[in-house]
């Protein structure tokens, strides 16, 4: 059990720590203090301890090389960009996480750290019951849900052998994402929210009808956090569980955004339907009863209009911390 406030956990590995979750986990991290903090990821960032491909072999030992008792694997390839490039996907999603299995596995007696992996909704496949319980089957159609699948069936094996001691959560659709869109099926989610509040008009690709699983950035450091302290004896060998959220129609995303900025932000939404995502987002899950999680304690944003308020407060928050331009 890893207990993040009594001192036990000395050092913690965050991989993909350069990614939008990463960087606010580590924000978190820091913030809470008393543990060394090991950040890698494949792209150079400042704050990095190490860059380089967590496939690639001898990679994952260089960073378990310090022994950390805590380690949250975010690192992959996201939804779009697994679809389009099939050996990329497994490369990094498959190979890299069967690599720190390994390594974790090799590095000898007496090393038995927490490993928090992030999995996805995506391992969950049509057709779907109107709310997905604990028990509904793991059957994905995407690249991505395959590969995430697998690293759920590996992580409970290898905790199950006593390796490690694994959870893995299943985020749902992270809204209202900051920065720049990158290639997941699903950045539209965001991207009708976060352009129209920066008064920049937004692309929806699929019908207002559209329903899915949410749940803010805020929301994902406490499913995180909250996972990294649980006791995982009360998972038994269910290690992976569907994290709580809100389910909600692209129509009721818009809705709360014309709540909460008003007509002029909603009007600033342009339909250009898709087939390619509407596609992949037919086979996404629309709705979950997370019960077992709820149970464990992990708990979901209250309401659509809070995730949108929340990203606002946190740019806002942002802002206020840049430094100022210097003066001419």
Same mark, same amino acid.
């Given at each position: 059990?890893?207990?993040?406030?009594?001192?036990?956990? %000395?050092?913690?590995?965050?991989?993909?720590?350069?990614? /939008? @979750?990463?960087?606010?986990?580590?924000?978190?991290?820091?913030?809470?203090?008393?543990?060394?903090?090991?950040?890698?990821?494949?792209?150079?960032?400042?704050?990095?301890?190490?860059?380089?491909?967590?496939?690639?072999?001898?990679?994952?030992?260089?960073?378990?090389?310090?022994?950390?008792?805590?380690?949250?694997?975010?690192?992959?390839?996201?939804?779009?960009?697994?679809?389009?490039?099939?050996? %990329?996907?497994?490369?990094?999603?498959?190979?890299?996480?069967?690599?720190?299995?390994?390594?974790?596995?090799?590095?000898?007696?007496?090393?038995?750290?927490?490993?928090?992996?992030?999995?996805?909704?995506?391992?969950?496949?049509?057709?779907?019951?109107?709310?997905?319980?604990?028990?509904?089957?793991?059957?994905?159609?995407?690249?991505?849900?395959?590969? %995430?699948?697998?690293?759920?069936?590996?992580?409970?094996?290898?905790?199950?052998?006593?390796?490690?001691?694994? @959870?893995?959560?299943?985020?749902?659709?992270?809204?209202?994402?900051?920065?720049?869109?990158?290639?997941?099926?699903?950045?539209?989610?965001?991207?009708?929210?976060?352009?129209?509040?920066?008064?920049?008009?937004?692309?929806?690709?699929?019908?207002?009808?559209?329903?899915?699983?949410?749940?803010?950035?805020?929301?994902?450091?406490?499913?995180?956090?909250?996972?990294?302290?649980?006791?995982?004896?009360?998972? +038994?060998?269910?290690?992976?569980?569907? /994290?709580?959220?809100?389910?909600?129609?692209?129509?009721?995303?818009?809705?709360?955004?014309?709540?909460?900025? +008003?007509?002029?932000?909603?009007?600033? @939404?342009?339909?250009?339907?898709?087939?390619?995502? /509407?596609? @992949?987002?037919?086979?996404?899950?629309?709705?979950?009863?997370?019960?077992?999680?709820?149970?464990?304690?992990?708990?979901?944003?209250?309401?659509?209009?809070?995730?949108?308020?929340?990203?606002?407060?946190?740019?806002?928050?942002?802002?206020?911390?840049?430094?100022?331009?210097?003066?001419?």
């Amino acid at each position: 059990m890893a207990d993040l406030g009594s001192g036990l956990v %000395k050092r913690i590995l965050v991989i993909g720590a350069a990614g /939008m @979750i990463g960087r606010k986990l580590v924000a978190r991290l820091a913030a809470q203090g008393g543990a060394e903090l090991i950040q890698h990821d494949v792209v150079p960032f400042e704050g990095a301890s190490a860059v380089s491909d967590l496939s690639t072999p001898g990679e994952a030992e260089k960073l378990i090389a310090a022994r950390p008792e805590l380690i949250f694997h975010l690192a992959a390839v996201v939804s779009g960009e697994a679809e389009a490039d099939f050996e %990329k996907g497994y490369r990094v999603n498959l190979d890299g996480t069967r690599q720190l299995f390994e390594a974790i596995r090799l590095a000898g007696e007496g090393y038995r750290p927490k490993v928090v992996f992030t999995s996805s909704i995506a391992v969950f496949g049509a057709p779907f019951p109107d709310a997905i319980g604990d028990e509904f089957l793991n059957a994905p159609l995407t690249s991505y849900g395959t590969q %995430k699948a697998i690293g759920e069936l590996l992580l409970s094996d290898y905790s199950r052998r006593g390796f490690f001691d694994g @959870i893995g959560i299943r985020l749902p659709t992270i809204c209202v994402r900051p920065g720049k869109p990158n290639k997941a099926a699903s950045g539209f989610f965001s991207g009708i929210l976060r352009e129209p509040l920066a008064g920049q008009e937004a692309v929806l690709p699929v019908p207002e009808t559209v329903r899915h699983w949410f749940a803010s950035p805020r929301a994902a450091i406490g499913f995180l956090l909250h996972a990294a302290a649980l006791d995982t004896r009360r998972l +038994g060998d269910r290690r992976n569980l569907s /994290m709580p959220g809100l389910s909600a129609t692209v129509g009721e995303q818009i809705e709360a955004l014309r709540g909460v900025a +008003g007509e002029k932000a909603a009007r600033l @939404i342009r339909r250009e339907p898709d087939p390619a995502i /509407m596609r @992949i987002v037919e086979g996404w899950p629309r709705n979950f009863d997370a019960r077992r999680a709820l149970e464990l304690g992990f708990r979901a944003d209250a309401s659509f209009d809070d995730i949108i308020r929340f990203h606002l407060e946190d740019e806002a928050q942002k802002k206020s911390a840049s430094p100022l331009p210097a003066r001419a």
